[in-house]
Nanobody, 126 residues
Framework: QVQLVESGGGLAQAGGSLRLSCAAS????????MGWFRQAPGKEREFVAA????????VYADSVKGRFTISRDNAKNTVYLQMNSLKLEDTAVYYC???????????????????WGQGTQVTVSS
């Protein structure tokens, strides 16, 4: 079992920055893929970024490429999402997720992730 707890959400102005954290506990293997997703009101959950727990194979959604960075701190068992140059359309609940497949392939489909955090709200204002 893996438990994920997000933090760091809040209110930011357009053009500003926020850093989300995802503290992971339980048995985590280097093949696991850690992802960030978001869901805005009335919209489906969408992929934001993901990486292998080993630190390799990072993937970003086109909408955040060049603005967001996913990283992890093995010592703290924590995955981060650094969000810069925030836009109004980045407003959403952000979820951390883990894919425990032994193959370690980074995928964008939410259905492939079997552990989820509770979510943290990010609101970007003009």
């Amino acid at each position: 079992q893996v438990q994920l707890v997000e933090s760091g959400g809040g209110l930011a102005q357009a053009g500003g920055s926020l850093r989300l954290s995802c503290a992971a506990s339980g048995r985590i293997f280097t093949s696991y893929v850690m992802g960030w997703f978001r869901q805005a009101p009335g919209k489906e959950r969408e992929f934001v970024a993901a990486m292998r727990w080993s630190g390799s194979s990072t993937v970003y959604a086109d909408s955040v490429k060049g603005r967001f960075t996913i990283s992890r701190d093995n010592a703290k068992n924590t995955v981060y999402l650094q969000m810069n140059s925030l836009k109004l359309e980045d407003t959403a609940v952000y979820y951390c997720a883990a894919d425990s497949s032994p193959y370690g392939r980074v995928v964008m489909a939410a259905s492939r992730y079997d552990y989820w955090g509770q979510g943290t709200q990010v609101t970007v204002s003009s």
